[in-house]
């Protein structure tokens, strides 16, 4: 049989990120993934060619250093009739300390992609070196520039961005033992605000000690949407461990 | 106890943390205990290189199996972080627990490069104890090195404690037991266990011997004590299946060279290389059994999920049956894994070979002819017919392969100018061959400066300036250039020759390497921190001559610096092989033929363990048998110039 006619199925993982692990790449999570899912022995599909490999379709990149309660990525079996229970149940003895899947969903063909469908994220942020009523002031006056221009670098060439619209939500979280919590939820369209982007705004004297992805969501029609129930199919596959 | 909360602070600022973490499939994290001794074993370059080193990790293994030890690994932090770790005040560190070199008993490096000398310095430096091991206090880290290049310890004498030679699988419990009656005694004289461990076979202890010079010559190498022996020698382990190890491979977080699953076939190579240390200093030859091999192949890929695995020796394809270990490893995988040979001899790669290999992915392909001409290859005993260099380009042409590397060595005993630009003929005609079968075949030469190694027959030549280095590397690049699909790559001939000083040097150059190192000269193999003035400059400050060391020709009864040293090969086993590459005469492989009582089985009382009483069949073999019908080209009458006047005709 033809591989590109047999059955398939795509699953879509929710997982975390965190501890010593979180100083890996996005390029390393990849790898990881590679390989506990070869460990598990499951039909993941193969791309074609000299150099196949695992059909694994990841999500809006974390950057090195930052934790992650909601990563996602969308797995291709090459049959039709794989469980999700079956799949989070083999992950749990493979995937390295720090990573964790904690959900998934059959997706119905033709689901948009991660990259495309998230739209915000929300971020938990740990700083250190401030207290409660500066970081107030200051978010304070962010959320009230009508305009906050960034530059990035990009190939050589420097870019503006404006990343008053990107920021959706913001404000002062708990303290801790080490700081205070910053909260906030920055858009991912057309390309992600990051949070040490946010962090350069006004350029405040404090710095980040945790940065932590808490939830990604996907916009439709005025509602947020955790990604697992997005493109999900429903009745006999019922996601699992939406947040 | 661990240093993570501080180190999580640091790790943001650097460039790719994942160096540091730890975290590996197969890590342990040890229960460290006043009646163990704590191993810190490390490997002083990057993670990304040192991580893989199998020797490093079959210790590791062996000593947390046991219940007297315990081990964990450290690797150079790399430029960014040191400062960091300085700044912050962070000493040394193991990555799997994270705690500081000082709460270990041994630092314990393994040394496969000279380049890396200064970054032991370094390491060291990091660990928070002095440099020099005269300097330091009773209770001590104690700096202990293992590795290929420990069979010149000189030049690191002044900084390590103690050094063993050979295989470490059944040493390593020796000398645990030895640190562990100090560590029971409460430290209290270094001197004792000093002591201890130059009477353990394989240790050698530099600050128990005395160093004689007469000006620049070195006279002797003796032991101060009468208990200490006069001449050290390497273990070998007479069975590998015994050691089945490492059992659990290391399987890292981020990405590493050689990052695949990697399975030891044979320890020793008796081809007879005569550039080759690794070879001479690992004889005999010892193959594990086959059916040991593709279990440790089944285990390894199942518990590391990798999709490749590399069958590693210094000559894979001379294993006994490897076509069925080949095609067992890729049943493995359901046609899902790869294999790769490194170390692949040209004579060995047949078209059945190529076509087990290329059925789950192609790999990169390299063969190592080492030398242009049929001439040089016989001065070098790499006794390759052309015809089955072509016949394996051919085949791998044929498989579909489109690009290829080949590596070869300038700077050869009695080179000249034919034979380097032999090189570009050999290229030229494989590229040729390539068109056959593909558009734009590419094949690209990868050139390095030849290093006399001790323990070798070439220990006595004069190595290539670097002036000489550089001609002949351009003479071959402008032979190539004008042809399509040939490609060119060199090894910096500078650094050549600081490899050089390191090789072959006494413990007088001990003195340079601190002083490169002071001046913050580490990562030296890696050319952007490669400083090859401050090497040179070091040496004229020290009175020490770059000519003297590096391209004098020695004489046979000249006092070698490692002479007190044996790796089981009698001196005039090599002197014989030395006049015979001058004369151009091969020297065929012992494994298949007769014994040349080289030393290193008659000496120790093992052999060979071989499966195949002949050699795979196909090609010339390298086994001196030059098929009937071949004409060699017509020897060129070369002869070894002198001191000062090597020919840059
Ligand atoms: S002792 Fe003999 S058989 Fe053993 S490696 Fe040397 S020459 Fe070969």
Request: charged residues 25%; proline residues 6%.
């Given at each position: 049989?033809?591989?590109?006619?047999?059955?398939?199925?795509?699953?879509?993982?929710?997982?975390?990120?965190?501890?010593?692990?979180?100083?890996?790449?996005?390029?390393?999570?990849?790898?990881?993934?590679?390989?506990?899912?070869?460990?598990?022995?499951?039909?993941?599909?193969?791309?074609?060619?000299?150099?196949?490999?695992?059909?694994?379709?990841?999500?809006?990149?974390?950057?090195?250093?930052?934790?992650?309660?909601?990563?996602?990525?969308?797995?291709?079996?090459?049959?039709?009739?794989?469980?999700?229970?079956?799949?989070?149940?083999?992950?749990?003895?493979?995937?390295?300390?720090?990573?964790?899947?904690?959900?998934?969903?059959?997706?119905?063909?033709?689901?948009?992609?991660?990259?495309?469908?998230?739209?915000?994220?929300?971020?938990?942020?740990?700083?250190?070196?401030?207290?409660?009523?500066?970081?107030?002031?200051?978010?304070?006056?962010?959320?009230?520039?009508?305009?906050?221009?960034?530059?990035?670098?990009?190939?050589?060439?420097?870019?503006?961005?404006?990343?008053?619209?990107?920021?959706?939500?913001?404000?002062?979280?708990?303290?801790?033992?080490?700081?205070?919590?910053?909260?906030?939820?920055?858009?991912?369209?057309?390309?992600?605000?990051?949070?040490?982007?946010?962090?350069?705004?006004?350029?405040?004297?404090?710095?980040?000690?945790?940065?932590?992805?808490?939830?990604?969501?996907?916009?439709?029609?005025?509602?947020?949407?955790?990604?697992?129930?997005?493109?999900?199919?429903?009745?006999?596959?019922?996601?699992?461990?939406?947040? | 106890?661990?240093?993570?909360?501080?180190?999580?602070?640091?790790?943001?600022?650097?460039?790719?943390?994942?160096?540091?973490?730890?975290?590996?499939?197969?890590?342990?994290?040890?229960?460290?205990?006043?009646?163990?001794?704590?191993?810190?074993?490390?490997?002083?370059?990057?993670?990304?290189?040192?991580?893989?080193?199998?020797?490093?990790?079959?210790?590791?293994?062996?000593?947390?199996?046991?219940?007297?030890?315990?081990?964990?690994?450290?690797?150079?932090?790399?430029?960014?972080?040191?400062?960091?770790?300085?700044?912050?005040?962070?000493?040394?560190?193991?990555?799997?627990?994270?705690?500081?070199?000082?709460?270990?008993?041994?630092?314990?490096?393994?040394?496969?490069?000279?380049?890396?000398?200064?970054?032991?310095?370094?390491?060291?430096?990091?660990?928070?104890?002095?440099?020099?091991?005269?300097?330091?206090?009773?209770?001590?880290?104690?700096?202990?090195?293992?590795?290929?290049?420990?069979?010149?310890?000189?030049?690191?004498?002044?900084?390590?404690?103690?050094?063993?030679?050979?295989?470490?699988?059944?040493?390593?419990?020796?000398?645990?037991?030895?640190?562990?009656?100090?560590?029971?005694?409460?430290?209290?004289?270094?001197?004792?266990?000093?002591?201890?461990?130059?009477?353990?076979?394989?240790?050698?202890?530099?600050?128990?011997?005395?160093?004689?010079?007469?000006?620049?010559?070195?006279?002797?190498?003796?032991?101060?004590?009468?208990?200490?022996?006069?001449?050290?020698?390497?273990?070998?382990?007479?069975?590998?299946?015994?050691?089945?190890?490492?059992?659990?491979?290391?399987?890292?977080?981020?990405?590493?060279?050689?990052?695949?699953?990697?399975?030891?076939?044979?320890?020793?190579?008796?081809?007879?290389?005569?550039?080759?240390?690794?070879?001479?200093?690992?004889?005999?030859?010892?193959?594990?059994?086959?059916?040991?091999?593709?279990?440790?192949?089944?285990?390894?890929?199942?518990?590391?999920?990798?999709?490749?695995?590399?069958?590693?020796?210094?000559?894979?394809?001379?294993?006994?049956?490897?076509?069925?270990?080949?095609?067992?490893?890729?049943?493995?995988?359901?046609?899902?894994?790869?294999?790769?040979?490194?170390?692949?001899?040209?004579?060995?790669?047949?078209?059945?070979?190529?076509?087990?290999?290329?059925?789950?992915?192609?790999?990169?392909?390299?063969?190592?002819?080492?030398?242009?001409?049929?001439?040089?290859?016989?001065?070098?005993?790499?006794?390759?017919?052309?015809?089955?260099?072509?016949?394996?380009?051919?085949?791998?042409?044929?498989?579909?392969?489109?690009?290829?590397?080949?590596?070869?060595?300038?700077?050869?005993?009695?080179?000249?100018?034919?034979?380097?630009?032999?090189?570009?003929?050999?290229?030229?005609?494989?590229?040729?061959?390539?068109?056959?079968?593909?558009?734009?075949?590419?094949?690209?030469?990868?050139?390095?400066?030849?290093?006399?190694?001790?323990?070798?027959?070439?220990?006595?030549?004069?190595?290539?300036?670097?002036?000489?280095?550089?001609?002949?590397?351009?003479?071959?690049?402008?032979?190539?250039?004008?042809?399509?699909?040939?490609?060119?790559?060199?090894?910096?001939?500078?650094?050549?020759?600081?490899?050089?000083?390191?090789?072959?040097?006494?413990?007088?150059?001990?003195?340079?390497?601190?002083?490169?190192?002071?001046?913050?000269?580490?990562?030296?193999?890696?050319?952007?921190?490669?400083?090859?003035?401050?090497?040179?400059?070091?040496?004229?400050?020290?009175?020490?001559?770059?000519?003297?060391?590096?391209?004098?020709?020695?004489?046979?009864?000249?006092?070698?610096?490692?002479?007190?040293?044996?790796?089981?090969?009698?001196?005039?086993?090599?002197?014989?092989?030395?006049?015979?590459?001058?004369?151009?005469?091969?020297?065929?492989?012992?494994?298949?033929?007769?014994?040349?009582?080289?030393?290193?089985?008659?000496?120790?009382?093992?052999?060979?363990?071989?499966?195949?009483?002949?050699?795979?069949?196909?090609?010339?073999?390298?086994?001196?048998?030059?098929?009937?019908?071949?004409?060699?080209?017509?020897?060129?009458?070369?002869?070894?110039?002198?001191?000062?006047e090597r020919a840059s005709s």
């Amino acid at each position: 049989m033809n591989p590109n006619q047999a059955p398939r199925t795509r699953i879509r993982l929710r997982y975390s990120k965190a501890g010593r692990i979180r100083f890996t790449s996005h390029r390393d999570v990849a790898r990881i993934w590679e390989r506990s899912l070869r460990r598990t022995g499951l039909p993941v599909a193969q791309t074609e060619g000299f150099s196949p490999r695992a059909k694994l379709h990841f999500g809006l990149a974390l950057a090195t250093g930052y934790e992650s309660e909601a990563e996602y990525l969308d797995v291709d079996f090459k049959c039709a009739d794989v469980a999700v229970p079956d799949v989070l149940d083999a992950l749990v003895s493979v995937l390295p300390d720090g990573i964790a899947a904690t959900g998934g969903s059959v997706l119905l063909p033709g689901a948009m992609s991660l990259q495309q469908a998230v739209t915000i994220c929300d971020w938990d942020i740990e700083l250190i070196d401030v207290t409660a009523d500066d970081l107030a002031e200051w978010v304070d006056r962010v959320r009230g520039a009508a305009t906050i221009v960034i530059t990035r670098e990009r190939k050589g060439q420097q870019i503006t961005d404006d990343l008053a619209p990107q920021i959706r939500a913001l404000e002062v979280g708990e303290s801790t033992s080490r700081g205070v919590r910053l909260l906030a939820t920055l858009g991912t369209q057309p390309r992600a605000a990051r949070p040490s982007e946010l962090l350069t705004v006004f350029e405040p004297q404090y710095r980040p000690v945790l940065i932590q992805r808490t939830r990604q969501w996907i916009e439709q029609d005025g509602a947020r949407l955790e990604p697992l129930m997005v493109g999900a199919a429903p009745a006999q596959h019922t996601p699992v461990g939406v947040q | 106890m661990s240093i993570w909360p501080e180190l999580e602070l640091v790790l943001p600022e650097v460039s790719k943390p994942a160096r540091y973490i730890g975290g590996e499939g197969g890590m342990v994290e040890p229960e460290h205990h006043p009646s163990k001794v704590a191993w810190l074993l490390a490997y002083p370059d990057t993670y990304e290189i040192g991580l893989p080193n199998q020797g490093l990790q079959i210790l590791y293994e062996i000593l947390n199996e046991r219940d007297d030890a315990v081990a964990e690994r450290a690797y150079a932090p790399w430029v960014d972080m040191e400062a960091e770790m300085r700044a912050a005040g962070l000493p040394l560190f193991s990555v799997d627990t994270h705690r500081r070199a000082g709460d270990f008993d041994v630092l314990a490096f393994n040394l496969s490069a000279e380049l890396v000398y200064t970054n032991l310095l370094n390491c060291i430096d990091l660990a928070g104890i002095p440099v020099r091991a005269e300097q330091r206090a009773d209770g001590d880290l104690l700096i202990g090195a293992g590795g290929h290049c420990t069979y010149n310890p000189e030049p690191l004498a002044d900084f390590v404690d103690f050094f063993v030679l050979g295989d470490g699988e059944e040493v390593v419990s020796e000398i645990n037991a030895a640190i562990s009656d100090w560590k029971r005694a409460g430290k209290r004289s270094r001197q004792s266990v000093l002591r201890a461990l130059a009477a353990v076979e394989g240790v050698y202890v530099p600050s128990l011997y005395d160093v004689v010079y007469d000006g620049p010559a070195l006279v002797s190498i003796t032991p101060r004590f009468a208990d200490v022996p006069a001449v050290v020698e390497k273990r070998t382990v007479a069975d590998l299946a015994a050691w089945p190890y490492p059992k659990r491979q290391l399987v890292p977080l981020t990405e590493v060279v050689h990052d695949r699953l990697n399975v030891e076939v044979f320890r020793g190579c008796t081809r007879g290389c005569r550039f080759c240390q690794a070879g001479m200093i690992t004889r005999p030859v010892r193959e594990r059994p086959a059916e040991q091999v593709r279990t440790m192949v089944a285990d390894g890929l199942a518990r590391s999920g990798y999709d490749e695995v590399a069958l590693t020796s210094l000559s894979t394809a001379d294993f006994s049956g490897i076509t069925e270990v080949v095609s067992a490893t890729m049943d493995c995988g359901a046609g899902e894994v790869s294999v790769s040979l490194p170390s692949l001899r040209v004579d060995a790669f047949t078209v059945g070979l190529a076509a087990q290999i290329q059925r789950a992915r192609r790999t990169g392909l390299t063969f190592a002819p080492e030398a242009g001409s049929w001439r040089m290859r016989q001065v070098i005993n790499k006794l390759i017919d052309e015809r089955d260099l072509y016949g394996a380009v051919e085949s791998a042409f044929s498989q579909g392969w489109r690009r290829m590397k080949l590596y070869f060595l300038t700077g050869l005993p009695t080179e000249t100018d034919v034979d380097t630009l032999a090189i570009g003929e050999l290229a030229r005609n494989c590229v040729e061959l390539g068109r056959a079968h593909t558009k734009n075949p590419s094949v690209t030469v990868s050139l390095g400066g030849f290093v006399p190694k001790p323990f070798t027959p070439f220990q006595w030549f004069g190595q290539n300036t670097v002036s000489e280095l550089q001609r002949k590397i351009f003479l071959l690049r402008d032979d190539i250039k004008r042809n399509r699909g040939v490609q060119m790559k060199w090894h910096d001939p500078k650094a050549s020759l600081v490899e050089g000083i390191a090789s072959r040097g006494d413990r007088r150059i001990g003195r340079v390497i601190e002083e490169v190192w002071r001046q913050g000269g580490t990562f030296q193999e890696w050319s952007e921190h490669f400083d090859y003035d401050r090497w040179t400059q070091a040496m004229d400050r020290h009175g020490l001559s770059v000519d003297w060391y590096v391209h004098r020709h020695r004489t046979e009864d000249e006092v070698l610096p490692w002479d007190h040293i044996s790796a089981g090969l009698h001196k005039d086993f090599l002197w014989q092989d030395w006049r015979d590459a001058l004369n151009e005469v091969g020297l065929e492989d012992c494994r298949w033929t007769p014994c040349y009582d080289c030393g290193a089985c008659t000496g120790y009382s093992i052999e060979h363990i071989v499966a195949s009483a002949v050699p795979p069949a196909g090609g010339s073999q390298g086994t001196g048998q030059v098929p009937t019908g071949y004409q060699p080209p017509r020897a060129v009458e070369v002869q070894l110039s002198g001191v000062g006047e090597r020919a840059s005709s």
